[in-house]
């Protein structure tokens, strides 16, 4: 299981938890487990995320390997200028 | 509509051109002689991207029109170089990274080069308030007006 | 398959880290090199826009019957020209942006465009074109679009993330942190509550947007312009006109400054649908006026903080909410603010509320470091507030509090090791902070976070048979980077920089690259073209060792040349790159390298600012006396340009805290839309701008490399409002801080 840290505004869409728990080995299994376990993160699934694992921030890179240890953090899409 | 007929000089060449009333000097240089080397910032003389020299004057060529250039001599960015030969000013920039996008890079050079004719040996508050009229949202000055106060050190040296 | 593939980063460079010339360098003080606005093409038409006079109106109806038929006049285009496919919001917003719908949103909104044979035709056959405006009730200013009765720009747009009663302008919600900060405040010797302001600014680039268009009748479309991302002008474009990707070929042409703000797109859609219907090629210049009435300023902010200060300078907890207007569709850059706000603190307890808000404005576009400056400015001046108070040194509590390798960000990632103490201590040892100071003179400073990104990234890198080399990449230069991966390539090849030549390719040529943004493109880009580099370097090993009949692995790359290695490679005179690539037609045909990657692994920037001014209470004007920049670059490639960086950011903060702001009338009519009184910083008004580069290298990038382009804009707003608060002895929370609000604040004090 990898643990999760989601966003503030994000929680209520996780019953008010600031970390969850998915089984993912891997950033697409992840971000299907998120979809499939908490239906209501749906909508800002759909319209983007990063997310930091160990620090590093990730786009879209499905094969992106995730372990248990991992540090996870999902955050607003990022975007810069 | 008829069109104006104008005789005038730019960079040591004749030129004659047709234009509309309206047309700028900007524009003319532009649209009508392909010289796109100055350039249009704002229309409004407020940037200094269109600078050029009118019979050694520095001035804003968005602001003049095109008809007023008869009998006139015009320097623009294209004639500073000699042939292959940068001018200092320019051979500074590029040394001296005092450029970053480069779009007001050839009205910043025109009225550098004005100044330096003027003044060999500017203060920085001076070459400062004489490139006031030329924006530049790059680089924040700094190596501009250090690269205008090392060429003018060179060319009063090789002078 | 993504694996961890942690190499060294290297330390010891021969061409990385000095000071060339910049390839593109003689075309830009000769006048030679060609912008959005140089192109032309045979036949080609002059395209202008129609704008909204309106802040907030309904289209009722547009006639161009008068227009169309004026001699010289080749198309006309309403949003009727634009096929209503189904798009997502992000993109429908941009069409709707690009020529309005059922509403004009704000003064300068495009309404119609026409394509003529000269300028003056196309102007005279805008005034022909009738235009029946409903007028609405409109808002600009974000605190007055939250109230619950305020106009409302758009219906059914709020996400689910906004609690159900609050005003439909009120677009989404985020929260980030950790801990409990009514419990920090509560800890705290002193609590600051305070609430900052900040008005839009636009970028500023001194190259208005220009495009030039052409479609034949087979449905091949040509574009040239200026842009931070041709791929994302070739998506987008035919996602609106409902073309394939393929049929739209954009070249970019040299940029005239972008900041963020040419990383979305205004004419190019316009162009080509004028081209479409004209059959002809059209270009389109906007002016100074249209760029600032209807291209992207940032948001304006209203920001509330609350920070907790223990008397020692420990910080207890922080707190801000923060209300962003991004103009008249949703997508402020309020969740990055809200995330970058605390960025540089280490805290138990901190919260942050960001509200994306909609008002009658030109809709945002990104700013260098979008959304994090006016959070730095509202949390740095807060935290200046109460070091000052409590007679502690503002450099100190900085130190005692900053954020450090292992440090768990207010949102939500652990850092890495990260270079924000480097700064600071830098900056306390630096002579500029000792300097005596005179009367009526202030010294300020803040610190500023930046992500910085990675992103898709395709290179290429071909050797010719006379050994030199050309590296193809997807991203326009805005500061020097043909330059910055020109000397990446030449280390990793081991040659001179001369001999590499860098070209943008145009979107047919090369993959996907994603825009020149988030400071991105010397960080990824430039690890792309290494990787290019290596991959050649192999090819070039594999062809010796088949030369000297040896294995692969016998054969390794060493200054610039194919040698022999380990015991039973044999007797081998070195073969250099070009002596390789002069037989390659012998050995197997072209050489070249090929990297394509989804770079990630940026890693974060942090910066310091250290600034003097002097305010002259008579007039309230602010003059800046001494600036200093310390910023950790990781490895710096090409100092010139890094520290031009430094320095841009710094200038472009300077203006948004003294000068630059967007004036609204009560008409919801934008009253400065010129370079005249929307004044950026000139020459006469700022100092030379000291640079202090530090080096920690980023282990996400094979020479330590990372982004330095945006986190120079985040401190200066902050550093200014400090110094001018110490200098004029009242605490300045709206920014600009000009002369006539600095004049008031000291006579009211």
């Not at chain 2, 532009?30 to 050694?56: I, N, P, Q, W």
């Not at chain 2, 970053?100 to 508050?125: F, H, M, W, Y």
């Not at chain 3, 942690?6 to 003080?29: L, S």
């Not at chain 3, 044999?570 to 390659?584: K, R, S, V």
């Amino acid at each position: 299981m990898v643990k999760v840290r989601v966003w503030g505004s994000l929680q209520s869409a996780t019953d008010g938890r600031a970390e969850v728990e998915i089984e993912a080995g891997t950033l697409r299994e992840l971000l299907d487990g998120l979809a499939e376990k908490y239906p209501a993160l749906r909508p800002q699934l759909d319209r983007g995320v990063s997310v930091a694992i160990d620090g590093k921030v990730y786009n879209d890179s499905w094969f992106t390997p995730i372990s248990p240890e991992s540090e996870v953090v999902l955050l607003a899409r990022l975007r810069g200028g | 509509m008829s069109k104006l007929h104008v005789t005038t000089t730019v960079n040591g060449e004749v030129q004659e051109f047709l234009c509309e009333a309206e047309e700028t000097l900007l524009d003319v240089l532009r649209d009508r002689l392909g010289l796109t080397g100055s350039k249009e910032g704002c229309g409004t003389g407020d940037c200094g991207a269109c600078s050029v020299t009118v019979d050694g004057r520095l001035i804003c060529s968005c602001l003049m029109l095109g008809a007023e250039a008869e009998g006139r001599e015009i320097e623009t960015i294209e004639g500073m170089a000699e042939g292959e030969t940068l001018h200092p000013l320019q051979r500074k920039f590029i040394d001296m990274a005092a450029l970053q996008c480069g779009i007001c890079t050839p009205g910043i050079l025109v009225a550098a080069k004005s100044l330096l004719e003027r003044n060999p040996d500017p203060t920085e508050e001076e070459a400062r308030y004489w490139l006031a009229g030329n924006l530049c949202r790059c680089t924040g000055y700094d190596k501009i007006i250090r690269a205008v106060l090392e060429t003018a050190a060179d060319m009063r040296e090789a002078s | 398959m993504a694996l961890d593939t942690k190499q060294d980063t290297r330390t010891e460079f021969k061409i990385v880290g000095t000071r060339v010339p910049r390839p593109d360098g003689i075309d830009k003080v000769t006048g030679r090199a060609r912008f959005g606005a140089d192109m032309s093409a045979p036949g080609m038409l002059v395209g202008r826009v129609l704008r909204s006079p309106h802040a907030h109106a309904r289209i009722v109806s547009i006639d161009t019957a008068a227009a169309a038929a004026l001699d010289g006049v080749h198309a006309v285009v309403t949003r009727a020209d634009f096929p209503d496919i189904p798009l997502d919001a992000a993109l429908a917003d941009i069409r709707d942006n690009c020529m309005a719908g059922a509403k004009a949103l704000y003064d300068g909104h495009a309404v119609a465009a026409v394509a003529a044979t000269s300028e003056s035709v196309a102007r005279q056959a805008l005034k022909l074109i009738k235009v029946d405006y409903e007028p609405l009730p409109h808002v600009t200013d974000v605190d007055r679009a939250m109230d619950p009765g305020a106009p409302a720009l758009h219906e059914g747009r709020t996400d689910e993330s906004v609690p159900e009663d609050m005003s439909p302008n009120v677009m989404a919600r985020y929260e980030f942190g950790h801990g409990d900060v009514e419990a920090g405040l509560k800890k705290a010797d002193r609590v600051l509550r305070r609430t900052y302001r900040t008005e839009a600014t636009h970028q500023g680039y001194i190259e208005p947007h220009a495009c030039l268009a052409q479609m034949g009748p087979d449905g091949q479309a040509d574009m040239w312009c200026c842009t931070q991302g041709q791929y994302m002008v070739r998506d987008t474009c035919a996602a609106i006109l409902g073309l394939r990707q393929g049929q739209v070929r954009v070249t970019a042409s040299e940029i005239g400054g972008g900041f963020g703000g040419k990383t979305t797109v205004f004419l190019e859609p316009v162009a080509l649908a004028l081209a479409r219907k004209a059959g002809r090629p059209v270009k389109m210049v906007m002016s100074r006026s249209e760029v600032l009435r209807a291209t992207g300023p940032t948001a304006s902010s209203s920001i509330d903080v609350a920070v907790g200060m223990a008397a020692d300078g420990r910080i207890t907890a922080g707190f801000a909410e923060l209300r962003y207007q991004g103009g008249a569709y949703p997508g402020s850059p309020v969740e990055l603010g809200a995330m970058a706000a605390f960025a540089p603190y280490d805290l138990e307890n901190v919260r942050t509320i960001g509200w994306d808000v909609v008002a009658n404005r030109p809709k945002q576009a990104a700013y260098r470091a979008p959304g994090a400056p006016m959070a730095a400015f509202a949390v740095e001046s807060a935290i200046d507030e109460l070091a000052r108070g409590f007679g502690l040194d503002p450099l100190e509590v900085r130190l005692r509090n900053a954020a450090r390798e292992g440090t768990r960000s207010a949102y939500g990632v652990t850092f890495p090791a990260i270079g924000l103490e480097a700064t600071l201590r830098t900056a306390r040892d630096h002579p500029h902070w000792g300097a005596p100071l005179g009367d009526n003179q202030g010294r300020g400073v803040a610190c500023g976070f930046w992500f910085n990104f990675g992103g898709n990234t395709c290179v290429s890198l071909n050797i010719a048979s006379d050994g030199t080399v050309n590296v193809t990449e997807g991203n326009p230069d805005i500061g020097g980077s043909r330059a910055s991966l020109s000397m990446m390539a030449a280390e990793e090849l081991g040659i001179p920089y001369e001999q590499v030549r860098t070209v943008i390719a145009d979107t047919a040529s090369l993959g996907l690259n994603d825009v020149t943004d988030g400071s991105r493109v010397t960080f990824a880009v430039g690890l792309a073209t290494i990787e290019a580099a290596r991959a050649a370097k192999r090819e070039m090993c594999r062809r010796v060792a088949g030369l000297w009949g040896i294995d692969e692995e016998a054969v390794v790359w060493k200054d610039g040349a194919a040698c022999p290695a380990g015991p039973n490679a044999g007797d081998h005179d070195p073969m250099t790159l070009a002596e390789i690539a002069a037989i390659a037609p012998n050995t197997g045909g072209p050489i070249a390298g090929h990297h394509e990657v989804n770079a990630e692994g940026a890693g974060v920037s942090f910066a310091t600012h250290m600034v003097d001014v002097e305010v002259d209470p008579e007039t309230g004007a602010t003059r800046v006396l001494r600036y200093t920049v310390f910023q950790d670059a990781g490895k710096a490639v090409h100092p010139d340009y890094v520290e031009g960086q430094f320095q841009g950011g710094a200038a472009q903060g300077i203006g948004w805290a003294l000068n630059e702001e967007y004036i609204y009338g009560e008409d919801g009519i934008l009253q400065n839309p010129g370079f005249l009184d929307y004044r950026i910083p000139v020459a006469s008004d700022l100092p030379m701008i000291d640079t202090v580069i530090l080096e920690i290298p980023n282990p996400g990038h094979p020479y330590g490399v990372r982004g330095v382009g945006e986190t120079s804009i985040v401190p200066p707003l902050a550093a200014i409002a400090n110094a001018v608060s110490a200098a004029a002895g009242v605490r300045m929370t709206d920014l600009p801080i000009s002369p006539p609000k600095l004049r008031r604040a000291i006579e009211t004090a």
